[in-house]
C-alpha cells in the first residue's frame, strides 16, 4: 500500500532565504507526482507535475524534482515571499491508480 | 467557466439525514475526482470518474457513500444517514484526462451536528 510522508509538518522561514520542502513514497512504481498549495479555508492550486520519465519541473521560482527510485521528491522555492505562505501538498498517482496525498507542510515566511 | 466549482460551500445537517454535494468540472475535462479532508487529516481519494464510468469505488468509505457523473460532467456525491464522523470539507477535482495535472473546486464543507 502506497504511502505518501512529509516532513517537516511545519516550517518557518524568514523572507528572502532559499528552501526545501521533502516528499517521500513507499512504491516507487508510480505514474506520476504532484505538488499543490493550499491556503487556509481555500481550495488546493496545483504548482507542477512531474511524470515518472522526468527527473524535473520548474515553474518560476519553484523547482521540483523527482527520485523515484529512491522515493523522494522536493520541491525548492527561491527567494521566498511571504505570500508563499500555505499548506504545501505532494500527491502521487500510485500504480493502483489511486492518488494518494502527504499531509502536507505548513510553511510560514517570516516578514 | 473558469474553473471548478462545487455546491453547497457549506452544508450543516442533522445525523441520519440524506445529504447530496455536486461538482462542476472544468468544461472538457473527462476526469474527475472527489476527495475528503477531515479537520487534522490528509487528503482522503473517494472516488474518481473518467467519462461517466467510475473505475474504483474502493475509496468510499462505507457503503452509506456513493457518486454518479451523468452526461460526462456535472457529479453528486451522496452521502446517506449521515454520521459525525462525516463532517470534513469534501473536494472536487478536474483533469483533462486521468493523469493530467488536477484542478480543485473549493470545496464543500459538511457538519453534521
Known amino acids: ?111 | 467557466g473558469a474553473g471548478v466549482s462545487q455546491s453547497p460551500s457549506n452544508k450543516v445537517t442533522e445525523k441520519g439525514k440524506d445529504v447530496e454535494l455536486r461538482c462542476d468540472p472544468i468544461s472538457g475535462h473527462t476526469a474527475l475526482y472527489w476527495y475528503r479532508q477531515s479537520l487534522g487529516q490528509g487528503l482522503e481519494f473517494l472516488i474518481y470518474f473518467q467519462g461517466n464510468s467510475a473505475p474504483d469505488k474502493s475509496g468510499l468509505p462505507s457503503d452509506r457513500f456513493s457518486a454518479e457523473r451523468t452526461g460526462g460532467s456535472v457529479s453528486t456525491l451522496t452521502i446517506q444517514r449521515t454520521q459525525q464522523e462525516d463532517s470534513a470539507v469534501y473536494l472536487c477535482a478536474s483533469s483533462l484526462a486521468h493523469g493530467y495535472e488536477q484542478y480543485f473546486g473549493p470545496g464543500t464543507r459538511l457538519t453534521v451536528t
Request: aromatic residues 6%; charged residues 20%.
Open chain 1, 1 to 111: 500500500k502506497q504511502e505518501v510522508t512529509q516532513i517537516p509538518a511545519a516550517l518557518s522561514v524568514p523572507e528572502g532565504e532559499n528552501l526545501v520542502l521533502n516528499c517521500s513514497f513507499t512504491d516507487s512504481a508510480i505514474y506520476n507526482l504532484q505538488w499543490f498549495r493550499q491556503d487556509p479555508g481555500k481550495g488546493l492550486t496545483s504548482l507542477l507535475l512531474i511524470q515518472s520519465s522526468q527527473r524535473e519541473q520548474t515553474s518560476g521560482r519553484l523547482n521540483a524534482s523527482l527520485d523515484k527510485s529512491s522515493g523522494r521528491s522536493t520541491l525548492y522555492i527561491a527567494a521566498s515571499q511571504p505570500g508563499d505562505s500555505a499548506t504545501y501538498l505532494c500527491a502521487v498517482r500510485s500504480r493502483d491508480d489511486k492518488i494518494i496525498f502527504g499531509k502536507g507542510t505548513r510553511l510560514h515566511i517570516l516578514p
